[in-house]
């Protein structure tokens, strides 16, 4: 069955890779003066092929740099798609916007995260949603969707091995040993705010790192303060190294902030940052071309 790519601006970036791959990709239209944006800021969205398209169409975006634009520009695309004869219509976020917002944690919240998957899967009939290392992932909720979380784990610890073979994985906290499957041991995090997270370890954690290249496996950065804190109790374990591995390079200033402190890190191109290094083209490739 054919394959039609249709990337959000966002995710232009991963498209182009796609499209060297063989595998066919409709780039939205501009306006009349070549652009994506009206003077206003409103986001412009044309697909005049929609009527056209025959097999799966796939949406693929990225969430960041700018949330709230790129969900314009998604759900348009998908009005467009949900109008036309395209079917069956399928959505791959490579990073999911609002993806912390996955639970209500005090009174008056919302989940928006549950509320955009219900959103695509019940009013756009989007039949498969695919995520890379969602932050949700794991929550009992996520059951109820057509979804497929596709992990860059692998992808990302075999880039770190290549330089450091003897390196030890661990995660920096329950929320990220509950996606990466990989166990928490010795170490108990406590957020401050939404800038400060501390951490503590025990005699366990100390044992584990004393003298180890250790690699901290996380799904994305945002100020840092959760890979800080876990670098600074790595150091005062005397760990011989520590390295990151992170999945979704969502604010500069923690990526600034991990590449001050750590010996190196290793980002995907989830996001389209200038310092991310490992490439996720072939995990997407496989993953839609597995489903067909």
């Known amino acids: 069955m054919e394959i039609n790519i249709i990337p959000t601006s966002q995710a232009e970036h991963l498209a182009k890779r796609l499209a060297k791959k063989g595998l066919k990709v409709v780039f939205p239209e501009k306006n009349r003066e070549g652009k994506r944006y009206f003077p206003d800021g409103e986001v412009y969205v044309k697909i005049s092929k929609a009527e056209k398209l025959r097999g ?83 929550r009992e909720w996520v059951k109820k969707y057509p979804m497929i979380n596709v992990s860059a784990v692998n992808l990302l610890t075999r880039s770190a091995l290549k330089d450091y073979p003897e390196a030890i994985f661990l995660p920096p906290d329950i929320g990220s040993e509950r996606r990466t499957g990989l166990e928490l041991k010795g170490l108990e995090k406590k957020r401050i705010d939404s800038y400060s997270v501390k951490i503590k370890s025990n005699e366990e954690f ?87």
Not at 56 to 62: A, E, G, L, M
Not at 90 to 99: A, S
Not at 122 to 138: C, E, L, M, P, Q
């Open 56 to 138: 799966r169409t796939i949406v693929s975006h990225s969430g960041a740099p700018n949330p709230n634009d790129g969900l314009i520009e998604l759900e348009m695309i998908l009005e467009i798609l949900r109008k036309s004869k395209a079917k069956p219509i399928e959505v791959f976020f490579t990073y999911f916007p609002y993806g912390k917002q996955d639970n209500i944690f005090e009174k008056g919240e919302t989940k928006a995260a549950e509320n955009l998957i219900r959103k695509l899967a019940d009013y756009y009939r989007v039949s498969k949603i695919y995520v890379i290392d969602a932050h949700f992932w794991g």
């Open 206 to 292: 100390k044992r584990i790192v004393k003298g180890k290249v250790v690699g901290v496996i996380d799904d994305m950065v945002e100020t840092g303060g959760t890979l800080i804190s876990f670098y600074n109790q790595c150091k005062k374990c005397r760990a011989k190294e520590v390295i990151a591995l992170v999945t979704h390079g969502v604010l500069l200033e923690g990526i600034e902030r991990i590449k001050s402190k750590y010996s190196k890190l290793y980002l995907t191109n989830t996001i389209n940052r200038k310092e991310a290094n490992v490439d996720i083209t072939d995990l997407i490739f496989k993953t839609i071309t597995k489903w067909r």
